[in-house]
C-alpha cells in the first residue's frame, strides 16, 4: 500500500476508525509510519499520539483494543480507513464512539421503520394505528398476516406485474418486521444467524 505520509510536515496521516460489523465511525486518530507498521504486526491499532508525542496503541491502558480487520487508503493515498473489531468503548469517555453514539447495527431505513413500528406498539392508539392494532390483536392474526401476504408475493411472482410483485413484497417484509417485534426480535436477531451459517 502506498501512503503518502510526507504529504504533511509532520509525517502524520488521519486514520478513520470504523467497526467492521456495524459499519459506524469510532473514531479518529493519526498514524505516522512506524504507527502503520506496528498496526499491522501487531494487529492492534496504533496511533501517533500528538499530545503524548510517541506511539499509543489504543487500550493499552484501558484494555479497550482495536483489533485490526482491514486498512484501505483513500484516493489521495493520504487518509486510511481502519475497519476494526473493538474490545469494549472506544472513546475515553466510556461510550462506544467518539460522538457518543450507540455502536450497533443500523440497517438505514429499515431501522427507522423498527423504531415506528415500536413506538405504534407501545404509544398508539389502536383505534387509529393499524399497527397498533395488530398488536391488540395478538399473534397469532399477526402471524396470519404474514402467511396472507407471502401467498401473495408468491401469487405476483408468477404474474409479469413488477410493481404490483414490489408492493406485496413491501407489505410482506413490513407484517414481518411486526410479528419479529410481536416475538420480542429485531431484524438483527435474524442477520445474526445468516451470518453465523454463512461462517
Known amino acids: ?3 503518502d505520509f510526507n504529504k504533511n510536515k509532520d509525517g502524520l496521516v488521519p486514520a478513520i476508525i ?6 459506524n465511525v469510532l473514531m479518529l486518530g493519526y498514524m505516522n509510519e512506524e504507527a502503520y507498521n506496528k498496526t499491522v ?3 492492534k491499532v496504533t496511533f501517533y499520539s500528538r499530545t503524548k508525542e510517541r506511539l499509543w496503541t489504543k487500550g493499552e491502558e484501558s484494555g479497550n483494543f482495536l483489533n485490526l480487520v482491514d486498512i484501505k487508503n483513500d484516493c489521495d493515498n493520504d487518509t486510511l480507513l481502519v475497519s476494526v473489531n473493538p474490545v469494549g468503548p472506544t472513546c475515553h469517555t ?3 464512539t467518539c460522538w ?3 455502536n450497533k447495527t443500523n440497517f438505514g431505513f429499515l431501522s427507522n421503520l423498527e423504531a415506528v413500528i415500536t413506538d405504534r406498539k407501545l404509544n398508539a392508539d389502536k383505534e387509529k394505528s393499524y ?8 399473534i397469532n392474526k399477526i402471524a396470519q398476516k404474514v402467511g396472507e401476504e407471502a401467498v401473495e408475493v408468491v401469487i405476483e411472482a408468477k404474474d409479469a406485474n413488477d410493481d404490483l410483485f414490489l408492493n ?8 414481518y418486521l411486526i410479528l419479529l417485534q ?8 435474524v442477520v445474526k444467524v445468516l451470518k453465523n451459517r454463512h461462517k
Open 168 to 175: 406485496e413484497s413491501a407489505d410482506l417484509l413490513f407484517h
Open 182 to 189: 410481536a416475538k420480542n426480535y429485531t431484524l438483527d436477531d
Open 1 to 3: 500500500m502506498n501512503i
Open 18 to 23: 470504523q467497526d467492521a460489523i456495524t459499519k
Open 100 to 102: 457518543g453514539e450507540e
Open 131 to 138: 399497527v397498533a392494532s395488530l398488536f391488540e390483536k395478538g
Open 41 to 43: 504486526q501487531t494487529e
Open 94 to 96: 466510556g461510550t462506544a
